[in-house]
């Protein structure tokens, strides 16, 4: 895709985000709205956004490359965790804490699928829901251990249980068996998954608007934390994979999702585990705020 027509798809999303920064600022969309549309966007758009991205004719090459994104996706975030580990010691435990966990997991779906699906189409959603796997594995074990030191006794059960790893599965049996949905039942599911992209970008630019201005810019961690997510780790992925010849599906997918701003689970995850939740939602705020920037560049690298 030629690369202006890719900057003028990623203008769009966020021209999307502030109409939502728009409407939330007008209470329009209210902030108990923006709760119940994410909740909504997470258990119902986004799986079936998944299941109709699995909706084609069974292919081994298209397999190949969905099992490439799966290990790629574990080795980025295998990597990024070391990367964390060192990388602010010098911080107090809890800033240490939200910025590690910013810097191994971006926010590969709820920004991430809206990008791939506006870039490649449905094969970009195939590949990213691929991807996102290792992220809610080591996001419901590895990021609670970041926050409170210990591991969850249910994270198994929240892991087979969470919509997308079980929208996933679905998807999977329909591509492996070469199961092919009935037209009204098909377009049924990808009406209201097509709603994700819209609407994720929408609840994003309603959650900026709830942060304070004043604020969000204060101390110099949020944007080194947001630089280390938004540019160095993409390109140090963009070095190391481009080493491996990777098929190029495979590989902008991949670059492109490690691109993404701070996970939006981040305050979430700080506030239930007694991290510095004030830090997590600034760092979600500028990171989203740097990546209307650093997205296209990104991009247009690739």
């Not at 911080?91 to 971006?106: A, C, D, Q, W």
């Not at 590949?127 to 251990?145: E, K, T």
């Not at 691109?259 to 760092?283: Q, V």
Request: hydrophobic residues 55%.
């Amino acid at each position: 895709m030629e690369g202006w027509v890719v900057v003028s798809q990623v203008i769009t999303l966020f021209l999307i985000i502030i109409i939502g920064f728009y409407a939330r600022k007008r209470d329009i969309i209210t902030a108990d709205m923006t709760g119940k549309l994410s909740h909504f966007m997470l258990q119902i758009t986004q799986p079936l956004l998944i299941i109709s991205s699995f909706n084609f004719e069974f292919s081994q090459e298209k397999l190949i490359n969905a099992i490439l994104v799966l290990a790629m996706s574990t080795f980025i975030h295998l990597f990024s965790m070391l990367v964390g580990k060192f990388l602010y010691l010098r911080y107090p435990e809890r800033m240490r804490r939200v910025l590690k966990f910013i810097t191994v997991f971006s926010n590969c779906g709820f920004m991430g699928f809206p990008v791939l699906d506006s870039v490649f189409g449905s094969i970009g959603v195939f590949y990213g829901a691929l991807y996102v796997i290792p992220f809610n594995v080591l996001a419901l074990s590895y990021g609670v251990m970041v926050f409170s030191g210990r591991s969850d006794k249910d994270t198994i059960k929240k892991i087979l249980t969470h919509p997308v790893i079980i929208s996933v599965a679905v998807g999977m049996i329909l591509f492996l068996f070469n199961i092919q949905l009935s037209q009204s039942v098909s377009k049924a599911v990808s009406m209201v998954g097509s709603m994700t992209t819209p609407l994720s970008m929408l609840i994003v630019g309603a959650l900026l608007a709830g942060v304070p201005f004043r604020q969000m810019f204060k101390g110099n961690e949020v944007y080194i934390g947001s630089v280390m997510r938004l540019v160095v780790l993409p390109l140090i992925v963009y070095g190391l994979l481009s080493l491996l010849r990777l098929p190029e599906d495979v590989f902008r997918v991949c670059v492109i999702l490690s691109a993404m701003p701070a996970a939006a689970n981040t305050a979430i995850f700080a506030e239930k585990y007694g991290g510095d939740s004030e830090l997590a939602s600034r760092c979600i705020s500028i990171s989203t705020l740097l990546s209307v920037f650093t997205i296209p560049l990104i991009l247009m690298l690739l």
